[in-house]
T-cell receptor
Framework: GDSVTQMEGPVTLSEEAFLTINCTYT??????LFWYVQYPGEGLQLLLK?????DKGSNKGFEATYRKETTSFHLEKGSVQVSDSAVYFC????????????FGRGTSLIVHP | DAMVIQNPRYQVTQFGKPVTLSCSQT?????MYWYQQKSSQAPKLLFH???????NEADTPDNFQSRRPNTSFCFLDIRSPGLGDAAMYLC??????????????FGDGTRLSIL
């Protein structure tokens, strides 16, 4: 079955540091890939997505590139802010008609001033 | 703004006392989902509606039920809450037509506490 593996957290960074959160997946077919962010006490929000190989999703300074050859969709940001502190979830949605996404376990990011 | 709204944000109930959580959407999405999320964990899908068709996950306890009276509203009923049911409950929607590449839209959740 489909699965998503994320690096364990928490990831702790100083403000303006470079961020990478690793995400790899296994899926049949050609899934769409997503990053969601969850701020404390809130629901998940879509951060970015990519629907085919080599697509780059980007939003609010975050980027992730769909790498079919390495089955990865790593999240990056060049300069994090305290306000980026949240839990980040990588997810996939299979192209085979399933509309039930598979989520990774989530990675907590803590950014210190 | 079109959105997914959950009420209440916080719900306290007594052990064994039935409770209902509600979700409404203005997105006109055809799929609605209910998730349970415990601390530091990923959301766990309980069930979903594809239009009027109800789909239960195999490991969802019988204690959890759902109703979707119309496109806009969906309810989660917990018949006899136990201490282990204390969690954040998230409602989500998506528009599904063909390939499964549409993102989900989440409400802000209802945090359920059991006394």
């Amino acid at each position: 079955g489909d699965s998503v593996t994320q690096m364990e957290g928490p990831v702790t960074l100083s403000e303006e540091a470079f961020l990478t959160i690793n995400c790899t997946y296994t899926a049949t077919g050609y899934p769409s890939l997503f990053w969601y962010v969850q701020y404390p006490g809130e629901g998940l929000q879509l951060l970015l997505k990519a629907t085919k190989a080599d697509d780059k999703g980007s939003n609010k300074g975050f980027e992730a590139t769909y790498r079919k050859e390495t089955t990865s969709f790593h999240l990056e940001k060049g300069s994090v802010q305290v306000s980026d502190s949240a839990v980040y979830f990588c997810a996939l949605s299979d192209s085979g008609g399933s509309y039930i996404p598979t989520f990774g376990r989530g990675t907590s990011l803590i950014v210190h001033p | 703004d079109a959105m997914v709204i959950q009420n209440p944000r916080y719900q306290v109930t007594q052990f064994g006392k039935p409770v209902t959580l509600s979700c409404s959407q203005t997105l006109n999405h055809n799929v609605m989902y209910w998730y349970q999320q415990k601390s530091s964990q990923a959301p766990k899908l309980l069930f979903h509606y594809y239009d009027k068709d109800f789909n239960n996950e195999a490991d969802t306890p019988d204690n959890f039920q759902s109703r979707r009276p119309n496109t806009s509203f969906c309810f989660l009923d917990i018949r006899s809450p136990g201490l282990g049911d204390a969690a954040m409950y998230l409602c989500a929607t998506s528009r599904v037509a063909g390939a499964g590449n549409q993102p989900q839209h989440f409400g802000d959740g209802t945090r359920l506490s059991i006394l």
